[in-house]
């Protein structure tokens, strides 16, 4: 069964850090590039940054760029998002997607259950 | 940056009815256009991928067209598991780095 299992949330100060992780099983992890989404509690989603197969591509969105960091360990089919200098914008729903090949348009075809980072003094 | 529009927000209706979703991508992105589903306290599903090729497990009531900037999704007839919020995502984008509707929330009338 191709599953993703995020952990790693919780609650931290403004300011702090947490890293959030991302087990996949089922595919080959290696072949695909991997993404997180974050949703606001009562907003929409929110792609939030993204990585190549080998790591040696990444991107993210403008509000997290300096402070969020994506990294992926493909021995052990894992994705993770290194966050820093974490704000209270950034309390939300963490969900890490594959990234589907280009026959299927680049779609994020699975999602993992997701991960709460609650950012509160 | 390509930012995507939906409308409505939201939408009432009743079990049986037809319903379209309108998605507006801010310059054109050919086909590369997603629709999810999702429900309260749930990840995302994936529904519609490329516009219109349905997602391997959805029900043939869901239907996506269009392409460049104008996109829809239908639902031919509504089951009660249908109520819920619906996003667009467009994957055009180089680099990759991709966006989504505001969601629209469809709601039992």
């Known amino acids: 069964e191709v599953q993703l299992v995020e952990s790693g949330g919780g609650l931290v100060q403004p300011g702090g850090s947490l890293r959030l992780s991302c087990a996949a099983s089922?595919?080959?992890?290696?072949?695909?590039?991997m993404n997180w989404v974050r949703q606001a509690p009562g907003k929409g989603l929110e792609w939030v940054a993204n990585?190549?197969?080998?790591?040696?591509?990444?991107y993210s969105v403008d509000s997290v760029k300096g402070r969020f960091t994506i990294s992926r360990d493909n021995a052990k089919n894992s994705l993770y998002l290194q966050m820093n200098s974490l704000r209270a914008e950034d309390t939300a729903v963490y969900y890490c997607a594959k990234r589907a090949g280009p026959y299927s348009y680049y779609t994020m075809d699975v999602w993992g259950q997701g991960t709460t980072v609650t950012v509160s003094s | 940056d390509i930012q995507m529009t939906q409308s409505p927000s939201s939408l009432s209706a009743s079990v049986g009815d037809r319903v379209t979703i309108t998605c507006r991508a801010s310059q054109s992105i050919s086909s590369y256009l997603n629709w999810y589903q999702q429900k309260p306290g749930k990840a995302p599903k994936l529904l519609i991928y490329g516009a219109s090729s349905l997602q391997s497990g959805v029900p043939s009531r869901f239907s996506g067209s269009g392409s460049g900037t104008d996109f829809t999704l239908t639902i031919s007839s509504l089951r009660p598991e249908d109520f819920a919020t619906y996003y667009c995502q467009q994957s055009y984008s180089t680099p990759p780095m991709y966006t989504f509707g505001q969601g629209t929330k469809l709601e039992i009338k």
């Open positions: 990585i190549k197969q080998d790591g040696s591509e990444k």
């Open positions: 089922g595919f080959t992890f290696s072949d695909y590039w």
